[in-house]
């Protein structure tokens, strides 16, 4: 790709990043409130649904790269089936913010979205694996496809409670993830995250350091479910053994935190459906580590997480699976480092 097509890519992403913008100035005169709860960190009424400006930056962009950038197109079936998913996910996440839906609901929806794109046959049966070479596992590799899908968009659901934290991881995986195409020639999904970067960008402003609006579910729901779709479409990058773990490596902050919470509380005898706070990132913030910097560390995760898939991708296959290792680490160092601040703040079960 010449420097010159780099160029008029982010003028087109600058674009898309004003409109974005725009449509969250509008939200915010829309006047969707979020009133606070015990389990959310503001302390006064905020508008919500700033998720808008990213979706309808995505939807403008997409429509203009399936009429005018053919190099970059999925195969038709494929290319409708993401864009129905998108818009499916984007409509019932919005009515969700003005109606708030039981969690019932949602997962009803996320399924529904979620075989729009796997009816179109965006979905993955056969895993390319160092020593083992491709596996077929058929209809599991179905059933695979829908589980990440709906736990990526949950977990980016879950994530979205603090300032700019779910916006931020979504923008900084949403560069890698682009750069990573582009080095693949994967262009569909290059565009897509250059699309969706567009939109976090232009919302970011108005939620980050101090939120005007937050992102809600029309916005962490969208950006988790997209990713999860590009995730697959980035696992057919053929020249790279298990393509499918780019995408999960760039959000693993955020599927470790999610992870992590979900199988404590199922220990702990809780009900996974019932609002909490005690995520990670929660329970940090809540220990009195400012909000900011708990996002800013998630931005962090998300950078290496995108450092670590760069050399995924270089590294020869017998060394891939010990790298994975390397994101494990310090989400290990950060639960220990919560853990203890929790203890010594009198947090105590969490």
């Not at 990043?17 to 959310?40: N, W, Y």
């Not at 696992?235 to 393509?243: D, I, K, N, Y």
């Not at 702990?268 to 329970?283: C, F, I, N, P």
């Amino acid at each position: 790709m010449t420097a010159i097509a780099i160029f008029r890519h982010l003028m087109f992403a600058a674009g898309l990043a004003l409109v974005s913008a725009v449509t969250v100035r509008a939200m915010i005169s829309a006047r969707v409130m979020d009133a606070p709860s015990f389990r959310k960190a503001h302390a006064t009424p905020t508008p919500k649904g700033g998720g808008v400006g990213v979706v309808v930056a995505f939807m403008l962009g997409i429509s203009i790269l399936y009429s005018f950038a053919d190099f970059a197109r999925l195969a038709d079936p494929y290319f409708r089936g993401v864009i129905l998913a998108a818009f499916a996910i984007a409509v019932v996440s919005f009515l969700d913010d003005l109606n708030d839906w039981s969690f019932a609901v949602k997962l009803a929806a996320q399924v529904l979205a979620a075989l729009a794109a796997i009816g179109s046959g965006l979905y993955l049966t056969v895993f390319n694996l160092p020593y083992l070479g491709p596996v077929d596992v058929g209809w599991l590799g179905i059933l695979a496809t829908l589980l990440w899908v709906l736990f990526a968009t949950n977990a980016m659901n879950f994530i979205d409670g603090l300032n700019g934290l779910a916006a931020g991881v979504s923008l900084v995986a949403c560069g890698f993830l682009a750069v990573i195409a582009a080095g693949q020639q994967g262009w569909f999904v290059y565009f897509a995250a250059l699309l969706m970067a567009a939109g976090l960008v232009g919302f970011l402003p108005f939620n980050f350091p101090r939120a005007r609006i937050f992102l809600g579910d029309v916005g962490s729901q969208f950006c988790g479910f997209m990713l999860a779709v590009l995730g697959i479409a980035a696992a057919r990058f053929g020249a790279v053994e298990m393509s499918f773990l780019l995408v999960p490596l760039l959000l693993f902050g955020v599927l470790f935190d999610v992870a992590f919470t979900l199988v404590r509380r199922l220990l702990a005898g809780q009900r996974l459906t019932v609002a909490h706070r005690g995520h990670l990132y929660q329970v940090a913030q809540r220990s009195g580590l400012d909000a900011r910097w708990v996002a800013v560390v998630h931005w962090g995760f998300a950078a290496f997480g995108g450092v670590v898939a760069l050399a995924f991708i270089a590294v020869p296959a017998p060394l891939k699976p010990p790298l994975l290792l390397a994101v494990l680490a310090p989400q290990l160092g950060w639960l220990a480092w919560v853990a203890n601040r929790a203890r010594r703040h009198g947090l105590g079960a969490w």
